[in-house]
């Protein structure tokens, strides 16, 4: 299975709604999670089963989709929020996506 | 608290061999599946390997199959992961995970990392 996203990178600012896009090249079923990675830090799981929260992650971050199309949005943009986000399927092997930027 | 700590990273020559530790503390290293996840400097994630709870069932990317062999010890609460014929394109820094509580084949927590070079 082969992920894609879009945009490879964005820029925003704090307050903006954003939208990130992931697609499997295959039906996943809702097989897939949401990662956050700001630079020099370890990767940090934020939503799994396309749209379950993962705990302490917090409620401005949202997951939707099945099948082959996938969102991650963030509803208010927040300093913290500024990292590069990636998807990944977990139907079959664990394949990530290349990755989205947010950056100011 | 729990802690994930990957060790035995290093510089190896193409076609040599490394053996990568993970140890962990701060829950039941029994209960969950392990993983290692690897990024080459400045690129994006790549998972590399998965292993059950009890190590009977494990799975490989296609570009390491044959030449990686992933391990673990309960009573050590240790994960491996047994690097042979090891190839530029291997260098990276390897991150052991661990599934999910509900999910298991999700990475819900990250070690920082230990530093593979090949390079002769």
């Known amino acids: ?104 | 608290e729990m802690q994930l700590v990957e060790s035995g990273g290093g510089l190896v020559q193409p076609g040599g061999s490394l053996r990568l530790s993970c140890a962990v503390s701060g829950f039941s290293f029994s209960s969950y599946w392990m993983h290692w996840v690897r990024q080459a400097p400045g690129k994006g994630l790549v998972w590399v390997s998965r292993i059950n709870t009890d190590g009977s069932r494990t799975m490989y990317a296609d570009s390491v199959k044959g030449r990686f062999t992933i391990s673990r010890d309960n009573a050590k609460k240790t994960l491996y992961l047994e690097m042979n014929s090891l190839r530029a394109e291997d260098t990276a820094l390897y991150y052991c995970g661990r599934g999910g509580r509900i999910e298991q084949l999700v990475l819900a927590s990250w070690g920082q990392g230990t530093l593979v070079t090949v390079s002769s």
């Open chain 1, 1 to 104: 299975i082969q992920m894609t996203q879009s945009p490879s990178s964005l820029s925003a600012s704090v307050g903006d709604r954003v939208t990130i896009t992931c697609r499997a090249s295959q039906d996943i079923s809702n097989s897939l999670a949401w990662y956050q990675q700001k630079p020099g830090i370890v990767p940090h799981l934020l939503i799994y089963a396309a749209s379950t929260l993962q705990s302490r992650v917090p409620s401005r971050f949202s997951g939707s989709g099945s099948g082959t199309d996938f969102t991650l949005t963030i509803s208010s943009l927040q300093p913290e929020d500024f990292a590069t986000y990636y998807c990944q399927e977990y139907n079959s092997a664990l394949t990530f996506g290349p990755g989205t930027k947010v950056d100011i």
